[in-house]
């Protein structure tokens, strides 16, 4: 459907991503009877993407981090949501060109996000798979387990340990997060379930390009996190840059040495680059993009060459507090789409507002059963207290409270029964035999970016 | 591994299939000190199939009806799981074979169970997803969702009915089930999500080949049945046959009356075909096949051509009871499971049993919410307390303790909510443009077998 009808009165307001930030942006606008608000996503649910390592490593299902988009919107009258998505903008009409129709807009709204990238090696794709999407960790859990029903059949010793050898590339919170869940997994929920296996034989390797982990943290919590991480059972390397991923074998570089290591597994939670959404604003609307594509915004979020249109969340790059562009994480990207929703209210009524702050309320990363780091500004905390405040602050975002009451009963009761629920390896199936593509290509020198 | 060694002084029991046959099996034999179990399914984990039309609807989501095997079964420390496909069968070497390995046992038990078939039309697979798999079950769900989305964006009418009519073909208990759960979603859970179309304006038709929907039950039951469906918005039609599904169209036969229907969304709940063990076992083992493929056991359940080969579960064809073999439903299955692990232990003491006999705790079937019909044998109910019958057994069987827990939870929230908390449209993206297939066949006129 072409909507090219006479201007309707209230301001027409399209949100293009239903993650954290165009999510919020339209919560924030669902009850303002003086505009209308279109939401379109490609998929139909809202997913809480900080969770999905817990996905990948059979502790949840997917529908327990998602929500449908529609459900958290219905009571909002005046938004509109859209599966689909866009093709194209045209600033000079104010349109957007979906798969098949077009949509006018007054304020334009981009939240598409960021997806992982390779540094260039985008055949490591099929080798070493990312964390973004459902599908995403569905894969990674049907090669986690499938890796251990491989490992029990082999007979040849080195074949079985290449089975249980588990690489995550790069330290940030998902690295850390997943690492840390692996490490449980083999020493503690699959300790009795094999028969020819020991799978606290498994070995957890993380590597991080920078000298610690969790980079972003301060110093004294990276330490007590690799600490943690080393007592979990999983082998932390820093300082430490994979230069290939082929067939089985990860390529390691730390300083001059160089060395093998026979993984069967490998977890890519390294580098991000931008949406394709940023290449087209960069095209049409003559926005600037950063080295990963990213979108440099003015002070209140919109675009230097177009005030109409808005980038929030993990696809922009707000370089105006501090000396770094603000980091890809959910907090930023609910308080921006809060911003631009007062904003928009305000430039109705011919006002404005202050440049947009970051209100940092702290950063949290789970290691493991009762471990995890916060740094809450002035107080840094690490083990179980951490880890207490990680599960009430994550339940207490999980969108629906339906959500919150399922994913709350699942962690209650895995708390005590160290059992996993979700294990189900899905897909293509009889996968276990099958051999990885072999690859040969060395990775660019770029520093991890997480 | 090639397992040629010497025989080894415990019977060694191999179990195929990882269903509520082979699981109950497995189970009654795992305190047994006198065998071991080797039990081999080439999924990972055991599904509470009679649930999954709650996946196919988006109330549950797959983790939720399924419990990984090696947990389990993980406490009988005679048992090992193993994740493979049997390939072959040698009696007169008590060998079976594997994808890449051979494995030996004293007694065979195949509980490999039945998929639906298409009564020759296997063309329609492709337009009309069956409910065998958890894979089987996400498609319905993608397809149902999509189907909203797409008819959310079509202007045109007569296309946006097309999107916005589902027809469920077979009047068993799944497709009553199915049928009662699309009803619920578009008068119901998805009412209010929508803008541009009202949901509760769906058409969900549910086909039935015989003259009456539930054929197994008793006819008051059947009628009460139909009077829920119809209540809950479902257009019940039976004695019609479907002669063809192509491109959007369904053709209907009743008595000498051919009918079309503009459907875009069809759900396969008819006819079962013998999983491909059956073939083996008769060309191997001189096995009899029924004429869907089963095969014919004898009064313990073993094939009458070789005493150490049992069959058990949706696969046998046990015609020693009553005056029809006995149905493929998950009472059967569990009580010839524990009956065979009976068998078995009793063999090994030089005795025997009394033939198996099925003991009919009655059968139940749910409508919708609030809504279901069961069978008790001098008990016929209805309504509202054969549906709080219906809550408990499911929560009673489903396996493991942390299921019952979470799919308890799920229902008690979703009761008081009418929200579905797990409507992810996953996998393929962007289908919703996409036409299907178009195919002209004509079905066989055989009766339809649910």
Redesign the interface.
Known sequence: ?SNTATHPSPHRVVIVGGGFAGLYAAKALGRSKDVTVTLID????HLFQPLLYQVATGK?????I???L??IL??SRNT??????VTDIQPETRQIVL???TLEYDSLIVATGVSHHYFGKDEWASVAPGLKT??DA?EMRRRI?LAF?AA??E?DPEKRRAWLTFVVVGGGPTGVELAGALAELAHSI?K????SIDTTEAQVLLLEGLDRVLPPYPPELSAEAEASLTQLGVTVQTSTLVTNISDGVVTLKQGDRTEQVQAKTVLWAAGVKASAMGKVLSEKAGAELDRVGRVVVAPDLSLPSNPDIFVIGDLAHYAHQDDKPLPGVAPVAMQQGEYIARLVKQRLKGASLPPFRYSDGGSLAVIGRNAAVANLGKFKLSGFPAWLIWIFVHIYYLI?F??K??VM??WF??YF?R?G???????E??M??GELAPLSVEREKEPVEV
């Not at 490609?42 to 649910?45: A, I, L, P, Q, S």
């Not at 949840?60 to 327990?64: A, E, V, Y």
């Open positions: 459907m490609k998929r139909n649910f949840l299902s997917p529908g327990d998602s929500s449908p529609r459900s219905s009571a509109n949501v859209l599966m689909d998505e798969k098949g129709s459902v599908e569905l387990f029903e029990e059949k007979t699959l009795n379930e094999f028969r629906e339906d959500n009451l399922i009963t699942q009761w895995s029964t059992k629920g979700a294990r189900l390896i899905t897909g199936e009889g276990v035999d």
